[in-house]
């Protein structure tokens, strides 16, 4: 029951929706538009008027009507109609729509439901046709005729050409198909050489247009086939004049033609054109060609007594013809330069190549002579070529010589050329402005002098030299004080210009300057390279860009450089930061050097150029660098120091070495009396301290307290005694003590004052036991010592070993 509940509204609404949409096509509502259709933004009226006894389910309650434009709710005003009947009018003040539909609505259960519709469309009447015209075709003898729509007047238009004989009336003679403006009368509606008045009718809605009336005979609009061209060529006795034969097409010899000629040469900007050739088939003349020249010509025809509207042929195919030539004429343009060399004079001659109407035919080359050609002599030829320009030596006293051109006809009367000195005055200023892409204007000041001409010379500037034999023209005008270059005129590229005045006898010393037709940025910046860097200084250099890179003028050199605080360690570097940008600095162009000062030691920085000409910038490639951390001067300071102090102790070391002295002082010499030669020898008595002697089978080191060594007097024998020592008192003993460790028994040897100087140790093996030793010492100055016991019982004594005398006596000083 609850679905069924639920799904009773849904079907009522369904029900009274096809109940409104029967009511509604059965007559529910009307909706009346007054017009339907009216003038692009003008009042719209509309009605709507509701039967509530044929729209079932609005029997009962109010209806209240609602308009809707396509989707757009509009307000209007009800009132209730006779019959029970309720009734809305709505005003549309502007209607800017030029189609919409106009909805009447009625309310139901809170929906809004389309009871009635009206189609309402706006425009503009339509608009006149503009330039008809009309040809006739001989094949068909259809009038084909086209015209040019109006503006749109967004309203359904119907159009229609028609036409109309002398005395009969207007019929429609065709209508175009597919929204085209051209359509084809039959030839059934036609009268042929009889006036016909033709027009184009556009109707809608809103009002009819039509198109200026066309009176015309259809035969005079006819188009006729274009004629041939047979033959042409040149008239004996006037080369500058040419005859034409030409054949009409076929089916036009009866009529009378009206005809035209158009010829030109390939250098020709446009074509030449001869009107008012009138007749049948036959020939024409014509005059005023050049002589040598190729041309090209071109015929069409109509009918002689057509109107002013009336079509020409298409033109004829083209027939090219080459005039007669001619000996070229007047004075050629010559320019030159001339050194002195061995006595003999060098000239390099330049000359213009003829104008076409001087030329008279294709110039077969140029001829340089030191004199003019006489009747019957042709003097020698110094240079014969096809090109414009001539190198040859002549002697140094020549000042003139001439040139000619010549081809198949003739030789051209000589030009002479004067070979002046260039000592001239030079003009005050000289100064070139881009006149184009591919063109230079040049602007001087005339001098005081007067001048006869002047001579303009520009070369492209390039890495590997390269001369132009054409980049120059003579200017004639004596007053001119601009001249414009175009020849090998290219833009981005630098060109120097020279200037020579021409005065009477004599050539002024030229003027020069440079400049582009055309600036962009440079192709690349310059490649930096480090040439010096210090703690807080790096200079940098670059070499220039080539002239073909340069792309213009380089107005300055720009240096950015970016800083990273960092610290250099184990070899590498820890940066702290991002970059910082540091201000940049601009550089002459004529600078190839810049040193960047303030910079902190230790630090990385990239740093990169940037090349500018007045057109536009190019950044060159970075360069990474990192400052020291100390200047130039200190490290050679350090390095001073180092090898100062290096330098001090190799002199202190090798004054060791060689000053004993000093050596004994600072590492004095300690005799080690085990080495010494004490253990050899004994004194002949040792006083009041016997010996402990070990027993014979058991050998040890024997405690000895105190060895008493008697030192004798230089010279004297052992064994042979003075006299007057015996008496004299022995010298004190100084004590040698060898302090031993803590318990251990404490040696000495008491040594006389001057004794073994220079003595020598006694000679290995060892003495036997109770064997004197007196007298083996090997020339010892001094008495001996003996041993009173066998030399078994010292061992000790027979290891110890006395150094030399200076260490002796070293040790006595001690």
């Given at each position: 029951?609850?679905?069924?509940?639920?799904?009773?509204?849904?079907?009522?609404?369904?029900?009274?929706?096809?109940?409104?949409?029967?009511?509604?096509?059965?007559?529910?509502?009307?909706?009346?538009?007054?017009?339907?259709?009216?003038?692009?933004?003008?009042?719209?009226?509309?009605?709507?008027?509701?039967?509530?006894?044929?729209?079932?389910?609005?029997?009962?309650?109010?209806?209240?009507?609602?308009?809707?434009?396509?989707?757009?709710?509009?307000?209007?005003?009800?009132?209730?109609?006779?019959?029970?009947?309720?009734?809305?009018?709505?005003?549309?003040?502007?209607?800017?729509?030029?189609?919409?539909?106009?909805?009447?609505?009625?309310?139901?259960?809170?929906?809004?439901?389309?009871?009635?519709?009206?189609?309402?469309?706006?425009?503009?009447?339509?608009?006149?046709?503009?330039?008809?015209?009309?040809?006739?075709?001989?094949?068909?003898?259809?009038?084909?005729?086209?015209?040019?729509?109006?503006?749109?007047?967004?309203?359904?238009?119907?159009?229609?050409?028609?036409?109309?004989?002398?005395?009969?009336?207007?019929?429609?003679?065709?209508?175009?198909?597919?929204?085209?403006?051209?359509?084809?009368?039959?030839?059934?509606?036609?009268?042929?050489?009889?006036?016909?008045?033709?027009?184009?009718?556009?109707?809608?809605?809103?009002?009819?247009?039509?198109?200026?009336?066309?009176?015309?005979?259809?035969?005079?609009?006819?188009?006729?086939?274009?004629?041939?061209?047979?033959?042409?060529?040149?008239?004996?006795?006037?080369?500058?004049?040419?005859?034409?034969?030409?054949?009409?097409?076929?089916?036009?010899?009866?009529?009378?033609?009206?005809?035209?000629?158009?010829?030109?040469?390939?250098?020709?900007?446009?074509?030449?054109?001869?009107?008012?050739?009138?007749?049948?088939?036959?020939?024409?003349?014509?005059?005023?060609?050049?002589?040598?020249?190729?041309?090209?010509?071109?015929?069409?025809?109509?009918?002689?007594?057509?109107?002013?509207?009336?079509?020409?042929?298409?033109?004829?195919?083209?027939?090219?013809?080459?005039?007669?030539?001619?000996?070229?004429?007047?004075?050629?343009?010559?320019?030159?330069?001339?050194?002195?060399?061995?006595?003999?004079?060098?000239?390099?001659?330049?000359?213009?190549?003829?104008?076409?109407?001087?030329?008279?035919?294709?110039?077969?080359?140029?001829?340089?002579?030191?004199?003019?050609?006489?009747?019957?002599?042709?003097?020698?030829?110094?240079?014969?070529?096809?090109?414009?320009?001539?190198?040859?030596?002549?002697?140094?006293?020549?000042?003139?010589?001439?040139?000619?051109?010549?081809?198949?006809?003739?030789?051209?009367?000589?030009?002479?050329?004067?070979?002046?000195?260039?000592?001239?005055?030079?003009?005050?200023?000289?100064?070139?402005?881009?006149?184009?892409?591919?063109?230079?204007?040049?602007?001087?000041?005339?001098?005081?002098?007067?001048?006869?001409a002047y001579v303009l010379e520009w070369q492209r500037v390039a890495a590997e030299p390269g001369h132009c034999s054409a980049c120059w023209q003579m200017e004639r005008d004596r007053a001119a004080t601009t001249a414009l270059i175009q020849d090998g005129i290219e833009p981005f590229q630098?060109?120097?210009?020279?200037?020579?005045?021409?005065?009477?006898?004599?050539?002024?010393?030229?003027?020069?300057?440079?400049?582009?037709?055309?600036?962009?940025?440079?192709?690349?910046?310059?490649?930096?390279?480090?040439?010096?860097?210090?703690?807080?200084?790096?200079?940098?250099?670059?070499?220039?860009?080539?002239?073909?890179?340069?792309?213009?003028?380089?107005?300055?050199?720009?240096?950015?450089?970016?800083?990273?605080?960092?610290?250099?360690?184990?070899?590498?570097?820890?940066?702290?930061?991002?970059?910082?940008?540091?201000?940049?600095?601009?550089?002459?162009?004529?600078?190839?050097?810049?040193?960047?000062?303030?910079?902190?030691?230790?630090?990385?920085?990239?740093?990169?150029?940037?090349?500018?000409?007045?057109?536009?910038?190019?950044?060159?490639?970075?360069?990474?660098?990192?400052?020291?951390?100390?200047?130039?001067?200190?490290?050679?300071?350090?390095?001073?120091?180092?090898?100062?102090?290096?330098?001090?102790?190799?002199?202190?070391?090798?004054?060791?070495?060689?000053?004993?002295?000093?050596?004994?002082?600072?590492?004095?010499?300690?005799?080690?009396?085990?080495?010494?030669?004490?253990?050899?020898?004994?004194?002949?008595?040792?006083?009041?301290?016997?010996?402990?002697?070990?027993?014979?089978?058991?050998?040890?080191?024997?405690?000895?307290?105190?060895?008493?060594?008697?030192?004798?007097?230089?010279?004297?024998?052992?064994?042979?005694?003075?006299?007057?020592?015996?008496?004299?008192?022995?010298?004190?003993?100084?004590?040698?003590?060898?302090?031993?460790?803590?318990?251990?028994?404490?040696?000495?040897?008491?040594?006389?004052?001057?004794?073994?100087?220079?003595?020598?140790?006694?000679?290995?093996?060892?003495?036997?036991?109770?064997?004197?030793?007196?007298?083996?010492?090997?020339?010892?100055?001094?008495?001996?010592?003996?041993?009173?016991?066998?030399?078994?019982?010292?061992?000790?004594?027979?290891?110890?070993?006395?150094?030399?005398?200076?260490?002796?006596?070293?040790?006595?000083?001690?």
């Open positions: 029951m609850a679905r069924r509940g639920a799904g009773t509204p849904f079907l009522r609404q369904l029900s009274l929706l096809l109940l409104l949409h029967l009511g509604g096509t059965l007559g529910c509502a009307s909706v009346t538009v007054s017009p339907p259709i009216v003038p692009l933004g003008s009042a719209v009226r509309a009605s709507c008027t509701v039967q509530r006894e044929l729209c079932h389910g609005l029997e009962q309650g109010r209806v209240r009507i609602s308009w809707m434009l396509d989707n757009k709710l509009v307000a209007g005003s009800q009132r209730q109609g006779p019959g029970g009947t309720e009734v809305s009018n709505l005003t549309l003040p502007r209607f800017n729509h030029t189609q919409a539909r106009l909805f009447c609505c009625v309310e139901w259960n809170g929906t809004r439901q389309r009871v009635g519709m009206a189609e309402i469309r706006a425009g503009y009447p339509p608009a006149k046709p503009l330039n008809l015209s009309c040809v006739l075709n001989l094949g068909d003898y259809g009038l084909t005729c086209q015209w040019q729509q109006g503006t749109d007047s967004h309203l359904p238009t119907s159009v229609v050409l028609k036409c109309t004989g002398s005395r009969a009336q207007a019929v429609t003679g065709c209508t175009p198909r597919g929204g085209h403006s051209h359509c084809t009368v039959p030839r059934r509606l036609l009268q042929l050489y009889r006036q016909m008045e033709i027009w184009v009718s556009a109707t809608n809605a809103l009002g009819t247009a039509e198109s200026e009336h066309l009176c015309i005979d259809p035969m005079d609009v006819a188009k006729l086939d274009p004629p041939t061209l047979q033959s042409i060529q040149s008239i004996p006795f006037q080369t500058d004049c040419i005859a034409l034969a030409w054949d009409v097409a076929w089916g036009t010899e009866h009529m009378e033609l009206q005809c035209e000629l158009r010829y030109r040469a390939p250098e020709d900007p446009a074509w030449a054109l001869v009107t008012g050739i009138i007749g049948q088939a036959g020939t024409a003349q014509r005059c005023g060609f050049l002589f040598g020249t190729q041309y090209r010509f071109q015929m069409r025809c109509r009918r002689s007594s057509a109107s002013p509207l009336a079509s020409w042929s298409e033109w004829s195919p083209s027939r090219n013809y080459t005039t007669h030539e001619k000996a070229p004429t007047g004075k050629l343009d010559a320019w030159w330069g001339s050194q002195p060399a061995g006595g003999r004079l060098e000239v390099q001659l330049r000359w213009k190549a003829p104008r076409q109407q001087e030329a008279n035919g294709r110039v077969l080359g140029y001829r340089v002579t030191l004199s003019p050609r006489r009747r019957g002599r042709d003097p020698p030829t110094i240079c014969n070529t096809t090109h414009t320009q001539c190198n040859f030596s002549v002697p140094a006293a020549t000042r003139r010589v001439y040139l000619s051109a010549y081809n198949a006809a003739g030789e051209s009367a000589p030009t002479e050329v004067i070979l002046l000195e260039r000592t001239g005055q030079p003009l005050a200023g000289l100064r070139a402005v881009p006149g184009g892409e591919r063109s230079l204007w040049v602007h001087w000041e005339a001098p005081l002098a007067p001048v006869v630098r060109y120097n210009i020279s200037l020579y005045p021409l005065y009477e006898g004599t050539v002024g010393v030229p003027v020069h300057t440079t400049a582009y037709s055309q600036q962009k940025a440079p192709s690349h910046a310059p490649k930096l390279h480090l040439k010096r860097i210090s703690k807080s200084e790096a200079e940098l250099c670059w070499e220039p860009l080539p002239v073909e890179m340069q792309n213009g003028f380089i107005t300055s050199y720009t240096i950015f450089w970016a800083s990273s605080i960092t610290n250099v360690a184990s070899g590498g570097i820890l940066p702290h930061q991002e970059p910082r940008v540091s201000p940049d600095a601009t550089v002459n162009p004529s600078l190839s050097s810049f040193a960047i000062r303030g910079l902190k030691p230790s630090t990385l920085y990239k740093v990169h150029i940037m090349a500018s000409t007045a057109a536009g910038s190019t950044n060159g490639t970075s360069l990474t660098l990192v400052t020291t951390v100390l200047d130039d001067s200190e490290i050679q300071f350090l390095f001073l120091s180092l090898g100062l102090v290096f330098v001090g102790l190799m002199v202190l070391l090798i004054c060791f070495q060689k000053n004993e002295r000093m050596k004994e002082q600072l590492w004095p010499s300690v005799p080690d009396p085990a080495n010494s030669s004490l253990g050899k020898w004994v004194p002949a008595a040792v006083p009041q301290e016997p010996l402990q002697l070990l027993a014979a089978r058991e050998p040890g080191p024997a405690a000895i307290s105190t060895v008493t060594v008697l030192e004798g007097e230089p010279g004297k024998q052992p064994g042979k005694e003075p006299p007057a020592l015996a008496a004299a008192p022995p010298a004190l003993p100084r004590p040698y003590v060898r302090q031993e460790g803590p318990g251990e028994p404490v040696q000495y040897a008491r040594v006389g004052g001057a004794g073994y100087r220079g003595q020598r140790l006694l000679p290995e093996p060892a003495p036997r036991f109770y064997e004197n030793l007196r007298g083996r010492g090997d020339g010892g100055g001094g008495d001996w010592g003996f041993l009173e016991e066998p030399p078994a019982t010292f061992p000790l004594l027979q290891g110890l070993r006395i150094g030399g005398a200076e260490e002796l006596h070293e040790c006595r000083a001690d």
